[in-house]
């Protein structure tokens, strides 16, 4: 079975340019989530999508950030304007809910560098 | 708000040693306690889990017992491997999905 997919996996850029960062969740899950890792501040939670539906974006840093689920098997992760700041590995993960189903599955990163 | 508290790392041990890596958490309730573990340039892979008191969650030769007296959720392997080197996340979910993660454990075992 396909694992969670992101694309790209590596992707530099220059200061002011708008990054999009892509993920299509395994087949059938219905909760997708997008992470920020740093060494300073560890794994933050930035968005979770419930059958399409935000939820839950207090953790998206600014304005310059913007998630989208246009349908259930894409989403993706917009910064516009990029700062150097936002340098980190994004991961995407999905999860299937129902009782006790709170295990997710992460996919493989997008490590960004904005210079 | 519910919080986990991982020791700190690195820890390195040689091969075929016991590893403990010790973890506690903070919540109302009875949440979910999970281990990851996340290989170098990869992303996190669940290792283990419990979903209530005394559970013991077990995967690859590790094992964690959720201990509601103690709020733990201790990681222990009896023979570590170089394979095992990786970052460990103990990690708890109490409703609505969010995970809360520890910082992390890097752990590097020398042959």
């Known amino acids: 079975d396909a694992g969670v997919i992101q694309s790209p996996r590596h992707e530099v850029t220059e200061m002011g340019q708008e990054v999009t960062l892509r993920c299509k969740p395994i087949?059938?899950?219905?909760?997708l989530f997008w992470y920020r890792q740093t060494m300073m501040r560890g794994l933050e939670l930035l968005i979770y999508?419930?059958?399409?539906?935000?939820?839950?974006d207090s953790g998206m840093p600014e304005d310059r950030f913007s998630a989208k689920m246009p349908n259930a098997s894409f989403s993706t992760l917009k910064i516009q304007p990029s700062e150097p700041r936002d340098s980190a590995v994004y991961f995407c993960?999905?999860?299937?809910?129902?009782?006790?189903?709170?295990?997710?599955?992460f996919g493989p990163g997008t490590r960004l560098t904005v210079t | 708000g519910n919080s986990v508290t991982q020791m700190e790392g690195p820890v390195t041990l040689s091969e075929e040693a016991f590893l403990t890596i010790n973890c506690t958490y903070t919540a109302t309730g009875y949440p979910s306690l999970f281990w990851y573990v996340q290989y170098p340039g990869e992303g996190l892979q669940l290792l283990l889990k419990?979903?209530?008191?005394?559970d013991k969650g077990s995967n690859k030769g590790f094992e964690a017992t959720y201990r509601k007296e103690t709020t733990s959720f201790h990681l222990e392997k009896g023979s570590v491997q170089v394979s095992d080197s990786a970052v460990y996340f103990c990690v708890l979910i109490q409703g609505a999905q969010k995970l809360v993660f520890g910082q992390g454990t890097r752990l590097t075992i020398n042959p």
């Open positions: 087949s059938g899950h219905n909760s």
């Open positions: 993960a999905s999860s299937s809910t129902g009782l006790y189903s709170y295990e997710q599955y």
């Open positions: 419990a979903t209530k008191a005394d």
């Open positions: 999508f419930n059958n399409n539906v935000p939820i839950d």
